[in-house]
């Protein structure tokens, strides 16, 4: 939710800390600031904005020259985005950026008696001072941090420096990430591997209750109690370059162009013998066929992947699916044990209401499986088994091509479970898996490729209040997600709703301004979507269809986009990719941020 970023070293260190908070906007930006070690002393720059309103103030005094620096880019939490709220906070020699909420600072505040120390209105100012008490009386800063951490309740990814130390930042955490990124020059703190990419390659992932301190000479991890410790170094496989715009003017649009790459990028390790299988994950076929039920957690999108698995599960092998909200999950006793397989999808593999449905299962004894895109993220490092998506870095705020390839990898588990209980044949398995790994790509490619027609539907429906989306069976979960996407970027009130469903109540809403997107690419399904639709058509309701090219839809809808001739099976994912493109060039048209839509953030580690 807020991205935090350290260097010290013997190169130029707001230089890189500016660069890193580019990197890590995605997780928030409402305001922005850093602090820096100049002769000895700290200076901060902050400010309500962005990023780039920091790196302006930083211009106009001279910029700052120093080789330990640390920076923050906030969604806010606690306190509205302002000069002040912005981090660093700082109190007597302690100087802190955080990402994360503390829960008990209310209490804090006024056991430490702190009111009148107190500037902003954030819980990140009272966890500096109870950081500041705690140093005052110790002296020494790993016991400081510990000591403190202890009275904290929530979650936090620290840096912290103080002002008797230069040359050094501190980092501690819990349920927020933050890895230690180690290069030839100096050495990073930073909420992911995507800030400090540019500069190396190598990381080290910190755990929940360690600490750490680097510093132009090295760096030292500790755990809870303040003993050193030593951690493994991990190799980061993505390269700058994956997480920078190229040419594309959106990040948004780039990652749907890497979708065909990405898609084959995940299934290709996974066939062997022409058959998709996962038992290099550490799944196989004798877990998947005693699987008896299946329970898969996430949010937003990637929660809309799961109803993808969901119809695809429950077709093909006959196990039921049940597909929860993370945010719900724990809250309502979930009926859950040691019988049962649980999966957390998701994309960051650290939002908080996911890895928290995650504890919970695994408390309850159930087998937990983790399909998640950012390699050795918490989520995945805390599941029984993992599945990585490779789609690379995905940094625009709306999720694309993370969910296609969410729905491609589950198209596949799902079809491998139903040969492991022999629902389908083995040929039938090899069939399928050269649609998903050589069709796919293809007519997703293509529906790219044609971008410019969406771009005229999207002329047709920009200014419109709402749009509702309707589709039926696996394209109706495919609704889901094009609603969600629209709306997200474009600020466009918009509904999904299973076709058949309209009549029950929200074809109330339709009016010649309130056009609808028809999905449809179910054959033995398009007599009843033609019903549906016409009962739009009747009620002077525009539709636009996202169909098979066969759909005889006639003049019942006033557009359409035919989907390129594929299996039907894949076909509501090739969908997926043109209401995408839809939703792009509509909140273009509009003249939003596609990338940073208001009020979001990419990365939710707050519950
Ligand atoms: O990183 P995750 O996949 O766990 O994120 C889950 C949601 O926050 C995410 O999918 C969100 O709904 C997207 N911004 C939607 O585009």
Not at 43 to 67: D, P, Q, W
Not at 121 to 147: H, M, N
Request: net charge negative.
């Amino acid at each position: 939710m807020c991205g935090i970023i350290g260097y010290s070293g013997r190169s130029d260190a707001t230089g890189r800390v500016i660069d890193g908070l580019y990197s890590l906007e995605y997780r928030g930006y409402d305001s922005a600031g850093i602090a820096a070690f100049v002769g000895g002393e700290v200076k901060t720059v902050k400010s309500e904005g962005r990023v780039a309103r920091v790196c302006e103030m930083i211009k106009n005094f001279g910029g700052i020259k120093s080789n330990c620096a640390m920076g923050h880019t906030r969604w806010a939490t606690h306190g509205a985005p302002s000069d002040v709220n912005s981090h660093p906070h700082i109190c007597g020699k302690t100087v802190l950026v955080h990402n994360g909420i503390i829960e008990n600072y209310a209490e804090l505040a006024a056991e430490l008696d702190a009111k009148a120390d107190l500037l902003s209105q954030t819980d990140t100012e009272v966890a500096a001072l109870t950081i500041d008490r705690s140093y005052f009386e110790c002296g020494d800063p790993i016991k400081a941090i510990a000591e403190a951490s202890k009275k904290l309740a929530g979650s936090y990814a620290f840096g912290i420096m103080f002002a008797d130390l230069p040359g050094s930042i501190f980092g501690a955490k819990k349920d927020s990430p933050l890895i230690i990124g180690i290069s030839d020059d100096g050495n990073f703190i930073a909420s992911d591997i995507t800030a400090v990419l540019k500069y190396t390659k190598k990381y080290i992932a910190l755990s929940d209750g360690e600490m750490c301190r680097i510093s132009a000479d090295g760096y030292e991890i500790f755990d809870a109690l303040g003993a050193p410790i030593k951690k493994e170094i991990c190799t980061a496989t993505w390269n700058a370059e994956a997480a920078e715009r190229g040419g594309y003017d959106h990040f948004m649009y780039k990652e749907i162009a890497e979708e065909p790459t990405a898609i084959k990028k995940t299934l290709a390790p996974r066939v062997k013998g022409g058959a998709v299988a996962f038992a290099d994950d550490g799944i196989d076929d004798i877990m998947l066929s005693e699987m008896k039920k299946l329970t898969v957690v996430a949010c937003g999108t990637a929660r809309h992947a799961g109803l993808i698995a969901k119809y695809y599960f429950e077709r093909l092998c006959r196990v039921p699916v049940c597909v929860d909200i993370a945010s719900e999950f724990r809250y309502r006793d979930p009926i859950i044990d040691a019988d049962d397989t649980l999966m957390i999808i998701s994309q960051s593999g650290e939002t908080a209401d996911s890895l928290a449905a995650l504890r919970l299962a695994r408390e309850r004894g159930a087998k937990t499986v983790a399909l998640v895109n950012v390699i050795g993220s918490t989520i995945a490092r805390e599941a029984d088994t993992v599945i990585y998506t490779h789609a690379g870095p995905e940094i625009a705020v709306a999720s694309t091509k993370a969910y296609t390839v969410q729905a491609a990898t589950l198209l596949a588990f799902a079809l491998r479970t139903a040969y492991a209980k022999r629902t389908i044949s083995f040929e039938e398995l090899k069939r399928c898996t050269s649609v998903l790994t050589s069709e796919l790509p293809k007519a997703t490619e293509s529906v790219i490729g044609r971008s410019a027609e969406l771009y005229e539907a999207a002329r047709k429906y920009f200014s419109a209040d709402d749009i509702f989306y309707i589709g039926r069976g696996a394209d109706g979960y495919i609704a889901d997600e094009a609603s969600l996407k629209l709306k997200e970027i474009s600020y466009i009130h918009s509904e999904a709703y299973a076709a058949g469903e309209l009549k029950h109540g929200t074809l109330s809403l339709i009016t010649p301004k309130t056009p609808t997107v028809a999905l449809a690419t179910r054959r033995s399904l398009f007599e009843k979507m033609m019903s549906n639709i016409r009962e739009i058509a009747s009620r002077g309701g525009k539709v636009f269809a996202v169909c098979a090219d066969d759909f005889p839809c006639g003049d019942a809808v006033e557009a359409r986009f035919d989907l390129p001739a594929c299996d039907e099976m894949i076909m509501p994912i090739v969908a997926a990719t043109a209401c995408q493109i839809l939703a792009y060039h509509i909140a273009i048209l509009r003249g939003c941020d596609v990338d940073k839509p208001r009020n979001l953030a990419k990365s939710v580690t707050v519950e």
